[in-house]
């Protein structure tokens, strides 16, 4: 039978340690952008009372909506999800996923296209003012 020492456990953990440091771990966030740095490249997120800083490069995915968009397309106040690398302390985004809420504008008497005008029943009655 093999004995294994105190003194080899301790010589293979720290052999070993070098190994799991260089590790990247892969991770997601979401929340809301807080801030967009297009000329730094940043994106900063802010996640439940914290703020996160995501590197963006050009491998970076980015898609609003499902579309493909630039840094300089996020806007503050979006929903983001991203998928980022941990590589020491700083945070590279791999994909980033913005869900933005689509408004429209409409002037009174104007209707965009695809909604109707309400229908009125009494013939030629006259949309309220």
Known sequence: ?????????????????PCLADQSMVSEAKGTIANVRPDRNEIVLTETFKNLTFKVNGSTQ???NG???KVSDIRPGDAAHIVF????????????????????????????AGICP???EMGNARLPR
């Open 1 to 17: 039978m093999m004995r294994f020492s105190k003194w080899s456990a301790a010589a293979l953990i720290v052999t070993a340690l």
């Open 62 to 64: 980015i898609q609003i």
């Open 67 to 69: 579309v493909g968009a």
């Open 85 to 112: 690398e941990r590589q020491g302390q700083t945070l590279f985004a791999m994909a980033v996923n913005i869900n933005r809420k689509i408004t429209a504008r409409v002037n009174r008497g104007e209707f965009p």
């Open 118 to 120: 309400p229908r009125w």
